[in-house]
């Protein structure tokens, strides 16, 4: 069984000037396959795919320019998958999946070294290290997570602001597990709980928490700062008398790393939360989860709403879920979005098609008072048509 895993690393300071250097080239050549694709669309209706663009690249464009020779000094494997990546975005466009491809920025940090295994002694694992292709050997932070013994297929490496990670595909013996198994949990995600089941456990919204609250109050202050920041470099560049650009510039570099770490921190708060929410159902060894298919794409489309259901993470909580569950020999089940699971009744029923967002507490005419969530999520469980994940 393939399994992945993500883990924080401490690179020494050779190792980071090559992992920026990687990164660097990699960006730049993602972003030039995409103009160069844009140009070549433009003037002759043509698509360069990625093999042919990766060959022009080598064979012409780099041996008849002298002041591209930089781009051979990093891992050619890892120029070629940020090519193919830029392959795969296209494609992804043609087909409809995805808008136009856009072009990296340096200040996101979205760019992803790949590393594949070519030879044995390529990523080798060890309890307190890992050896990468290029890199060597770099040091874990959290040691003994990853077994020993794992078959590592490939990975990449990436930076989170002052942070760097390494993320592995590992080939994995599969654990059966005996364990018994109580009867199936229905789960109806929200807004105002994260999730209710119908066993009556409610797990709270971690967004309404004081403690990330109190982060996000943080965070709009420096995001202030570092707007104020950028409006004064627009006067400093305005007005040529003025001195310490440098200066600013400096300053805000300072400040995105800064705002980037917050935003870092309440990712990881959430993220957290769901693993560990993941973690209790599971523990609970039920025959079956219910979910219900949440259009989380349309349901973005609501302005007012879209935020909090960003931080919401249910994408997330259903892969993850999905993916734990399969580990265990769980059964999950993926009832449609026009189940009326809301809006029927889990003791005889009937289904209130007045019932409005404002109603909090079912009432039906057999005599049932329960809570809104509560009822979808007996509903869920009990649903008769769905499909397994």
Same mark, same amino acid.
């Given at each position: 069984? @393939? ?176 364990? %018994? ?58 007005? @040529? ?41 599971? @523990?609970? @060894? ?97 649903? %008769? ?5």
């Amino acid at each position: 069984m @393939k399994r992945a895993y993500k883990i924080e690393i401490k690179p020494t300071a050779e190792q980071k000037m090559k992992i920026h250097r990687t990164i660097g080239v990699c960006r730049y050549i993602y972003n030039f396959y995409i103009a160069h694709n844009k140009e070549s669309y433009e003037k002759e209706r043509k698509f360069i795919n990625g093999m042919n663009f990766s060959k022009w690249l080598n064979n012409e464009y780099i041996p008849n320019n002298e002041d591209k020779k930089w781009i051979k000094e990093v891992s050619s494997k890892a120029v070629k998958q940020s090519i193919m990546n830029g392959d795969k975005a296209f494609k992804d466009f043609f087909k409809g999946k995805s808008k136009f491809p856009k072009f990296k920025k340096k200040k996101n940090q979205n760019v992803k070294v790949y590393f594949p295994k070519n030879n044995k002694t390529d990523w080798i694992v060890e309890r307190h290290r890992i050896k990468v292709p290029t890199l060597g050997w770099v040091r874990l932070k959290e040691y003994g997570y990853i077994s020993t013994n794992s078959i590592v297929k490939s990975g990449t490496i990436s930076q989170k602001f002052d942070r760097y990670y390494v993320s592995i595909l590992v080939e994995e013996a599969v654990k059966t597990n005996n364990t %018994k198994y109580t009867e199936g949990i229905g789960i109806d995600l929200g807004l105002k709980d994260f999730a209710i089941c119908s066993d009556k456990k409610i797990f709270k919204n971690i967004n309404k928490t004081l403690r990330v609250k109190k982060i996000e109050k943080k965070l709009k202050r420096e995001q202030r700062k570092l707007s104020r920041k950028y409006e004064s470099l627009k006067l400093n560049s305005k007005d @040529k008398k003025m001195k310490g650009g440098t200066a600013i510039r400096q300053n805000i570099q300072k400040q995105i790393v800064k705002v980037q770490k917050l935003h870092q921190r309440l990712t990881n708060i959430r993220t957290d939360y769901v693993n560990k929410i993941i973690s209790e159902i599971v @523990k609970q @060894k039920p025959s079956y989860i219910t979910i219900e298919d949440l259009n989380v794409s349309g349901m973005m489309k609501n302005k007012h709403l879209s935020k909090v259901i960003a931080n919401q993470k249910f994408f997330e909580f259903k892969t993850k879920l999905i993916s734990k569950a399969k580990e265990n020999n769980i059964e999950i089940r993926i009832v449609s979005v026009f189940y009326p699971s809301s809006k029927t009744c889990s003791n005889c029923g009937t289904i209130k098609k007045d019932l409005r967002l404002s109603d909090r507490i079912y009432k039906c005419e057999c005599g049932l008072e329960i809570d809104r969530d509560l009822n979808a999520s007996i509903n869920l469980k009990n649903a %008769k048509k769905y499909k397994a994940a």
